[in-house]
């Protein structure tokens, strides 16, 4: 048989390897039991260490005779922190975080040929972010609690117009539901500290 007449095997589709990364959450999305559990974990992380961050950034621009843009005193170890009511770095990072969910999770989709696989989730961390950043969280453990239950419950849940948004193209599907809950999961919070809970 004349090799130059066999038609060629096509190749194997590469795996995205970067986007699955950003869309697994550095592989947490490849446990076996609630992924997306651990995903929302990974956005209460992230969203206390940004505010964390910008605690040493402020208590450095005070130190050093600078007055950061939005305050409030927060003591620890007898050093007055200046923090302030939201955190300026989750404020710019989680649409960042959430433009670069919806590429990576449509990279991973394309990939795999399934609408929403599990193991992608990054949309459980952008939304679990942004419920903290919506309500204004402050590094109180009661808030962040409840901020994560309420996330988790309206994720799971899928109100309207949740599960609407969910037959959204590619990775605006994938993600967008997940912002939906965020918003009601921000609106539980502030209703629960406006009754002082």
């Not at 599990?118 to 459980?124: H, K, L």
């Not at 419950?153 to 912002?179: C, H, N, V, Y």
Request: aromatic residues 14%; neutral net charge.
């Amino acid at each position: 048989m004349n090799p130059k007449t066999e038609s060629a095997a096509p190749e194997p589709a590469r795996k995205p390897r970067f986007s699955l990364f950003i869309a697994t959450v550095c592989g947490l999305g490849y446990l076996p039991k609630a992924p997306g559990t651990f995903g929302a974990l990974a956005g209460f992380v992230i969203y206390v260490g940004l505010y964390w961050l910008d605690a040493f950034v402020r208590n450095s621009l005070v130190l050093h005779g600078l007055s950061p843009l939005v305050g409030g005193d927060l003591y620890f170890h007898n050093t007055v922190y200046v923090v302030g009511p939201v955190s300026l770095l989750n404020l710019t990072l989680a649409p960042v975080i959430a433009l670069i969910g919806v590429w990576a999770a449509s990279q991973v989709e394309k990939s795999a040929g399934a609408k929403d696989p599990q193991y992608v989730v990054i949309d459980e961390v952008s939304g679990q972010q942004l419920t903290y950043v919506l309500a204004l969280t402050p590094l109180n453990w009661k808030y962040l609690l409840l901020g994560f239950i309420l996330f988790r419950t309206f994720d799971i849940w899928k109100p309207f117009p949740a599960r609407q948004a969910e037959s959204l193209p590619g990775g605006w599907g994938i993600m967008a539901d997940d912002w939906v809950a965020a918003v009601y999961a921000a609106l539980g919070l502030w209703l629960a500290r406006i009754l002082g809970l």
